[in-house]
């Protein structure tokens, strides 16, 4: 298995990794213990196509559980749930739409309807869009560009508006983000790298600067990371595997080391 803790880097990790032949498809998770150091009870399913996912999601909130995490890597639809009172919402709502257009106007409609959106992935020529009320959804919105640069200067300018980068999706020749109003003050940095290899050292530099790795994303071509520098950040780690199985396998490992899962990532090893 790799990990990767902050501060210690496993170099029976690395050399997982290398040994396997070039631009393979792998699955990269990112785990923390945040700042209360609390313990979720989450729950990880994988279905083969968005529709059959989309009947499993119905089936968690029957359970009383709801969508913290979605992502579709090599065939393979993932998302990750939590229990209502850890994932801080009281109401979910999902769709999908191989249309950008038809789906910008479910998303419109949604809102109306009080309801926040958290997450939007692309995969399988299909835009997926994770709805929710609660108190953990608060002022928003999303944008839409058609280029990294572009994007880039987006947030930017989000940021000098007072809303920080809780999501990114990119797909379809599109960068997209979603925005929250934030009361909070800490710092938020992005960056991309074609290689995978090349993530794992900013990552390492950007601990070493004192942020956290808050969320990992791949889209056209790039893997995108987003940093935080938030006082008293708990311990984070994160680990990439070849295989959805044996990835699947792993998460065992952190749950059981008191890690929460905080998103989970699939792109190549170039």
Do not use: C
Not at 1 to 10: A, D, L, V
Not at 79 to 98: L, M, P, R
Not at 105 to 125: F, L
Not at 198 to 215: F, P
């Amino acid at each position: 298995m790799t990990w990767y803790k902050k501060g210690i880097i496993s170099l029976a990790g690395l050399s997982l990794l290398s040994t396997h032949s070039y631009a393979e498809h792998i699955w990269v998770g990112l785990y923390s213990k945040g700042k209360s150091g609390k313990k979720y009870e989450q729950t990880v399913v994988s279905r083969e196509s968005v529709v059959d996912m989309g009947l499993a999601i119905e089936e968690e909130w029957g359970r009383g559980n709801f969508l913290t995490d979605l992502q579709q890597g090599s065939r393979t639809w993932m998302a990750v749930f939590a229990k209502e009172k850890d994932s801080g919402y009281t109401a979910q709502s999902f769709t999908h739409s191989s249309n950008w257009h038809k789906f910008e106007k479910v998303v419109a409609k949604k809102r109306a309807q009080g309801y926040g959106i958290i997450d939007i992935e692309y995969g399988d020529g299909e835009w997926v869009g994770i709805f929710a009320k609660g108190d953990s959804v608060g002022e928003q919105t999303y944008t839409e560009d058609k280029s990294w640069d572009d994007f880039k200067e987006r947030v930017s300018s989000m940021w000098k508006s007072g809303y920080k980068l809780r999501q990114m999706e990119a797909g379809s020749g599109k960068w997209v983000g979603i925005f929250d109003k934030s009361a909070e003050q800490f710092s938020q940095s992005i960056t991309t790298r074609d290689e995978w290899s090349a993530m794992q050292q900013v990552i390492r530099s950007r601990w070493d600067e004192g942020y956290h790795l808050a969320m990992l994303e791949y889209g056209e071509g790039q893997w995108f990371a987003l940093f935080e520098k938030e006082p008293n950040w708990g311990a984070e780690a994160y680990n990439g595997m070849y295989g959805w199985e044996r990835f699947r396998a792993s998460l065992a490992d952190y749950w059981k080391d008191g890690y929460n899962i905080v998103n989970i990532a699939s792109g190549w090893n170039d």
